[in-house]
Structure formats: structure tokens, C-alpha cells
């Protein structure tokens, strides 16, 4: 049914166009380590703000947003108040906590939220609006030259991966397998999520030479350096070492088509007749209404690289069906994130 001129409300609209003040209270309380120095504690406002060096002006109005916002819990009023966690951001957004997701959301608020400023000329240009358009390096070169913001990087991608990865061990069926190669492994935490759950599976973590240092400590960490390997190479120029199970998480939307279709074309050819290539990525829905996550993902990769971007199953297995491989199938992990899987 239509609405009438008098039914109808901006309410959805200016809470969308002011949804950047709530997303920038969020991302400030992480970068800030609101979350962190509450941890299992309770505070008023003068002691968390002072242990967090705020000046006062801003922050009942700050930690009272939070509270709002459902991101922090308040026993009382006034200055008296106590401020703790919510369950959530206890387990998520401690720094403390195993669960911490909190390195993609600073990595947003230093970062992404700066560029996505720029997202009118992304449109108009197509070009990025990252390091770039100021260095003429790419995100990943800039990346690899500074050890320290790499190993960041590495941190915010395994704490956002780190749910879909666990979802991907428990959903897909490694028992018909004996090994598996993770292209473009970062940490190797898609590999220690489903090297723990299978026991007999023997893996590789496939990366960059820079990258290789960091996974081997997080798997010998893990007491699982007997069954993964951090292995390094470079996947544009190498062959991918072979495997039963190829898996790539968020590598196929880094790139524009040509490059997806050669990685694609690389896992044919080193997998075995059987074999399979699973991409865990936020799969756009066919029709292209519902995955807003995503298609802004897929917005962000305009942002990021220009010509990269996000795509719909049908687009998978057009690509993967080019390359030889038989048959498909769509495996839902957690949120917006799937597994496009093609067997060879």
C-alpha cells in the first residue's frame, strides 16, 4: 500500500544520513580502549575518563552515547554511575578477550572512515582514494615496506575472519580430504581453525615472503606447526602448491576480473580431480537487493583499488565453470559471509 504525503516520515532517512556520527562514537570507544580498560571492571565517568586521559567536557556525553547505543551498561545515574561492558563488547572489543574483533574497527577509524570521504570522486573516477592517491604505492605495498602496521593489518583481518573461518570448519566436510593449501593465508588462522576441528588434515598456509614469518609464529603458537606449514610464494607469479581443498578468504574481491579468473584458473590446476576451490567472501546475493554488507564491500574495494570489486554466486561459478570446474554449491557461514565452493 502507497503512503499517503501525511504518513510518510525522514526518520529512516536522516538516521542513515547521520548514521556516520554513531558509527565514529563506535570506532572512537575502540581506538580509545574504552572497552579495554573496562575490561571486567566497573567506573564511573571520572575514573574511566581519567584513566583514558578525556578531558571532562565530554565524557558523560560520550560513555552515555555508548550506553544508548547498547555498547556499554550503566548501574545508576549521575556522577555516582557505574559504567561496564555488555556482553558482547566484553567478548569482542577487550583487547584481553580471545574474541577481540577490535583491529578491523581501528584500522576503519584511522583509515577507512577518512576515505570513504571521498567516495563521490570514487564514483566519478573509478580510481582509489586510499594511500595511492597520495604515494602512488598500493595499500599492500605500503603495507609490506612497515613491519609493524602489517602485522596490524594481519590482526584487524584475522579478528573480522576469525567467526566466518570457525563457521566454514563446522559447515564444509574436510573428512573427504587429506590437505589443504589457504591462498593468501595471512596469520594461517583459516588453517588453525580447520586443522583443530580435523585432525588428519595436513596443511599449508600460502602467502608472500613477508607474510610467512608471521603466520609460522601464530601456527607454532597454536602447538599446529607438525600439520600447517607457512609456506611463501607469490600467487601471481607461482604456482599454487598442490591440495585436495584450496581455500581463498576475502582474496577473490582484492582484484578486478582478470585477476580473479587467473587465481581461479591457479586452483584448477593445482587441484586434483574431486578437489575443490572454496572462497569464503560476502557472497552479493544474485539478485543484488539484500547482501547490503556485501555490495558496500564491494564499494569499499572501488575505494581501495579502483577496478576490484565484489561479486554475486552466479558470477562465481561463470567464472569457475570458464576454468573447468563441474559443480557448485553456496554454503552460508555468519552474517553477510558465505562459501562459494566449485568442485573440480
Wanted: charged residues 20%; hydrophobic residues 40%; negative net charge.
Amino acid at each position: 500500500m502507497t503512503q499517503t504525503v501525511q504518513e510518510l516520515s525522514p526518520t529512516r532517512i536522516f538516521e542513515t544520513g547521520f548514521a556516520f556520527w554513531t558509527s565514529k562514537v563506535l570506532l572512537t570507544a575502540v581506538e580509545l580502549g574504552v572497552f579495554s580498560a573496562l575490561s571486567t571492571k566497573k567506573m564511573t565517568a571520572q575514573q574511566l575518563g581519567a584513566a583514558l586521559k578525556l578531558h571532562p567536557r565530554g565524557i558523560y556525553d560520550f560513555f552515555d552515547t555508548l550506553v544508548s547505543i547498547h555498547f556499554l551498561n550503566r548501574e545508576g545515574d549521575g556522577p555516582g554511575a557505574l559504567y561496564s561492558n555488555t556482553e558482547e563488547t566484553a567478548h569482542f572489543l577487550d583487547q584481553h578477550s580471545p574474541g577481540y574483533v577490535g583491529g578491523i574497527l581501528e584500522m576503519s577509524s584511522q583509515r577507512l572512515f577518512k576515505f570513504w570521504h571521498d567516495l563521490p570522486e570514487a564514483l566519478r573516477t573509478g580510481k582509489p582514494q586510499n594511500e595511492i592517491k597520495h604515494s602512488r604505492k598500493s595499500m599492500f605495498e605500503e603495507l609490506y615496506d612497515d613491519l609493524p602496521r602489517l602485522e596490524q593489518f594481519m590482526g584487524a583481518m584475522t579478528g573480522i575472519s576469525r567467526g566466518n573461518f570457525q563457521a566454514l570448519a563446522e559447515k564444509f566436510d574436510f573428512s573427504h580430504y587429506k590437505t589443504l593449501c589457504d591462498v593468501g593465508g595471512a596469520t594461517g588462522i583459516l588453517s588453525i581453525l580447520v586443522g583443530r576441528r580435523f585432525s588428519h588434515l595436513q596443511c599449508q598456509s600460502f602467502d608472500l615472503p613477508q607474510v610467512q614469518p608471521i603466520a609460522a609464529k601464530h601456527i607454532q603458537k597454536e602447538g599446529l606447526a607438525s600439520r600447517i606449514k607457512a609456506v611463501s610464494g607469490d600467487f601471481f607469479k607461482d604456482q599454487l602448491p598442490k591440495a585436495d581443498v584450496i581455500t581463498m578468504g576475502m582474496i577473490l574481491h582484492d582484484w578486478n576480473l582478470e585477476n580473479k579468473k587467473h587465481l581461479i584458473r591457479a586452483a584448477y590446476e593445482a587441484l586434483p580431480k574431486g578437489g575443490a576451490l572454496v572462497a569464503v567472501e560476502n557472497i552479493i546475493d544474485d539478485a543484488r537487493r539484500e547482501n547490503t554488507f556485501g555490495l558496500l564491500m564491494s564499494l569499499n574495494m572501488l575505494i581501495e583499488f579502483g577496478d576490484a570489486f565484489d561479486f554475486t554466486f552466479a558470477d562465481y561459478k561463470s567464472w569457475c565453470a570458464q576454468a573447468g570446474f563441474k559443480e557448485f554449491e553456496l554454503i552460508h557461514l555468519a552474517g553477510p559471509c558465505s562459501a562459494a565452493v566449485a568442485y573440480k
